[in-house]
């Protein structure tokens, strides 16, 4: 069974036969690296422009840090962040693709209306059950994560008797319910660091390949977390290495999608991906 190789978001095709880099702008003062943070419009716009120069398919801009411990914030807090730069990225970059980071329907509503064709869901629609029947509405493709608990709790002794079977028990679940809302394009990303231990991120990493069964692209956010740098000890700012390497072992495993700080590096690891395998 082929997975399924393109994504349409508004009418722009993205062709997963090779595998892309999806690249974050942390529209906020929070995010666990400090380097991604792109708090004004201009260091957004910069950022925007270093990341597709170097090769990204989609920018990922969000505006809530979802970083162990971090609170959700207020709508229109989150509001008042995200669109003023969705709306600058699409006036100065009007061919991207801009994914939106976030878990609640009216800022999905909000952003897409604004140049954003793609919603990055850390909830699957758990948060706001609203959700799914929006993206749907629009018909722009929609990312759902696995995550346990909330941001503020996800890290707090999370457990699993068998933490691959639950995620994908829980995808068997919210991939039902995404297609009963309409929603065509589906990407599934495993929530490495979101209500798991080092050891459930390795045991994830380790058997990726088993959610290939669902015959929809896998995202894989690993990018310079703690699962990196802890064992390494560490921090963010010095994993790089760590993450590339990561990185060339998710795509040897079936990530379609690398979401990254780093866009430079990863298109350099896809590019000597595809050497070995075509």
């Known amino acids: ?147 346990k608990g909330l941001p503020s709790d996800m890290q707090q002794n999370p457990s699993y008797e068998d933490v691959v079977m639950e995620i994908t028990r829980f995808f068997v679940l919210k991939i039902q319910q995404a297609k009963e809302q309409g929603i065509v394009d589906i990407v599934i990303d495993p929530g490495f660091g979101f209500g798991k231990t080092l050891d459930h991120n390795y045991q994830i990493m380790k058997k990726l390949e088993v959610l290939q069964i669902f015959d929809l692209p896998v995202m894989a956010g690993i990018s310079r977390k703690s699962m990196i740098w802890g064992p390494l000890n560490t921090n963010a700012d010095s994993a790089i290495n760590g993450t590339t390497a990561l990185h060339m072992y998710a795509l040897q495993k079936g990530a379609r999608i690398l979401r990254v700080h780093d866009v430079k590096e990863a298109m350099e690891c896809i590019t000597l991906h595809q050497l070995l395998t075509n």
């Open 1 to 147: 069974m082929s997975v399924t190789n393109t994504l349409n978001c508004n009418g722009q095709l993205i062709s997963l036969d090779k595998p892309v880099v999806m690249g974050i702008i942390n529209v906020n003062d929070n995010s666990f690296y400090s380097a991604s943070r792109a708090n004004t419009t201009d260091l957004v716009l910069a950022t925007a422009s270093k990341m597709l120069h170097e090769g990204a398919t989609i920018l990922d801009l969000g505006a809530m840090s979802s970083k162990p411990g971090s609170a959700i914030i207020s709508i229109d807090e989150e509001l008042n962040l995200i669109l003023p730069a969705v709306e600058a990225v699409k006036k100065y970059f009007p061919e991207a693709i801009i994914s939106v980071d976030t878990l609640r329907s009216k800022v999905a509503k909000e952003v897409i209306q604004a140049g954003a064709s793609m919603i990055n869901d850390i909830s699957a629609g758990t948060f706001d059950s609203d959700m799914m029947k929006l993206v749907s509405s629009f018909h722009v493709p929609y990312i759902m994560m696995h995550m």
